[in-house]
């Protein structure tokens, strides 16, 4: 029997798949549960429509992401921090604090889960930070870090 799946289905498939299964275990598991419909023709056409509006939602935010990393490129965040002797700053200058000099200088919103530092910011200068926008897209952050006065 065709069944469409309605959540992951551990050994038979994942949400949205449409999936051969034995009668009886549609029948007294899968359908009573409601972890599948049977695969009839207003199910299927359902399934591909939210398949197609899937893959249109998926191109739309893969676009923004690349339209993201276009507008990094012209961005130089300034951060100011505090520093002792030798140029040496009292902590770090994180994520969070380049993702808020983002939104706050140019209005460009990315999470600070998205901000990759390969090694911690402890000293004034100029520095690049990797952003993992999703679908394989990535941008550069150029921040330079000064003293605040």
Do not use: H, W
């Not at 030798?86 to 994180?94: C, I, M, N, Q, Y």
């Not at 200068?125 to 952050?141: D, I, M, N, P």
């Amino acid at each position: 029997m065709k069944v469409i799946l309605q959540q992951d289905v551990k050994g038979q498939g994942k949400k949205g798949q449409m999936v051969e299964v034995s009668e009886g275990y549609a029948r007294n598991f899968l359908l009573p549960r409601k972890m599948a419909v049977p695969a009839t023709a207003d199910a299927i056409n359902t399934m591909n429509l939210k398949e197609k509006a899937k893959k249109a939602e998926e191109a739309r935010q893969k676009a923004l992401a690349e339209e993201t990393a276009e507008k990094l490129k012209e961005c130089m965040v300034k951060l100011t921090a505090r520093a002792g002797a030798g140029g040496k700053l009292f902590g770090a200058v994180t994520t969070k604090e380049i993702s808020e000099g983002l939104q706050q200088q140019f209005g460009i919103d990315i999470p600070k889960q998205k901000l990759v530092l390969e090694e911690p910011i402890k000293a004034f200068g100029s520095y690049q930070v990797k952003a993992r926008l999703g679908f394989e897209v990535a941008g550069t952050v150029y921040v330079s870090v000064f003293e605040e006065k």
